[in-house]
């Protein structure tokens, strides 16, 4: 797997990274065992960066996370982010930060996510708070989600940012609008969150009976039945283009991420061992430029549905 430098002054890590959301639970039950056998799978197919971040916030991510790197640390990238509610103030992420490296069992996180605009704080207080972080060694990177293209030159501007994460996917391409441009000025790493589409671009979610009570999917507008409905022509265009090549529609979707560029750097997230393997083998993967185009046309920037936020 070719690796990468994630911005311009971050860590090399592998070109493919793993994102925790499907072994939280947030798309249906997670056998705690089998997902720590996925994590180390994952670490030994060259995965380094992962992605221990978990919406519920009940920590048993970063804890299955700590446990998968123990005895491999130096194998493993580990980006967490802080737990910011509307009400919060910048010393939380204080809070957020110790509670993470004790639930991780590490010393140090290598790449924290903070929202600058979160909170009741100005975005320069909340870098500021980042910064300290960073002196007292708790955190290698800073990380910025949940932010406009101008919050994160203010960020930067504040505290050198390394990496912004955002969703972008083949299915949800608003980021090349401001900010890839805005990153890539920077030169600041992009972590592509939600690659798959919440599970879309696999082509396994063609209606909303398919999905679980509790998953997270059904609060979101894009597999709400009158959305996915008219969106299954894409897709069935997407599966053709595949079909061409001879590979799934999702490692498809996959490696034309990878082909936008070395500073992105896809995070996609699975608790199925079978599928992290389908997900690695897209990095072999290379698409011409005929396509990358057939790719785009099918999925037109600004077309695509809205989602639910972060």
């Known amino acids: 797997m070719r690796r990468v ?53 009940d920590g048993e991510v970063e804890r299955l996370v700590g446990k998968a790197v123990a005895h491999r640390r130096e194998e493993a990238v580990i980006a967490t982010s802080a737990r910011q509610r509307p009400g919060s103030r910048p010393g939380d992420l204080v809070r957020c930060c110790d509670t993470a490296l004790s639930r991780l069992g590490v010393d140090r996180i290598d790449l924290f996510y903070v929202n600058p605009a979160a909170g009741r704080a100005s975005v320069e207080e909340t870098m500021g708070v980042a910064g300290e972080l960073l002196a007292a060694g708790k955190i290698r990177h800073v990380g910025v989600r949940g932010v406009t293209a101008g919050q994160l030159r203010r960020a930067h501007e504040a505290v050198p940012v390394t990496a912004l994460a955002v969703e972008y996917s083949l299915w949800r391409r608003e980021a090349e609008r401001e900010h890839l441009p805005a990153a890539r000025e920077l030169g600041v790493g992009v972590v592509a969150c939600r690659p798959l589409g919440r599970g879309f671009l696999t ?26 409905a008219l969106e299954l022509g894409r897709l069935r265009e997407a599966q053709r283009a595949a079909a061409d090549l ?9 490696a034309w991420l990878l082909a936008q560029g070395d500073d992105v750097v896809p995070v996609p997230s699975t608790r199925d061992l079978v599928h992290l393997e389908m997900n690695l083998a897209a990095a072999g993967i290379v698409l011409s430029e005929g396509v990358r185009a057939r790719l785009a046309e099918t999925f037109p920037l600004g077309e695509g549905p809205l989602a639910l936020g972060d």
């Open 5 to 57: 430098t994630l911005g311009s002054r971050g860590p090399e890590v592998a070109g493919l990274g793993f994102g925790c959301l499907s072994v939280a639970g947030v798309y249906g039950d997670a056998d705690p065992d089998e997902s720590l056998r996925v994590v180390r799978r994952a670490l030994d197919a060259g995965v380094s960066l992962i992605d221990a971040t978990d919406i519920h916030g």
């Open 203 to 228: 082509g396994r979610i063609t209606t909303s009976a398919q999905l679980a009570p509790g998953d997270v999917r059904l609060r979101d507008p894009r597999f709400a039945p009158e959305s996915l």
């Open 246 to 254: 001879d590979v799934g529609v999702g490692r498809l979707a996959i």
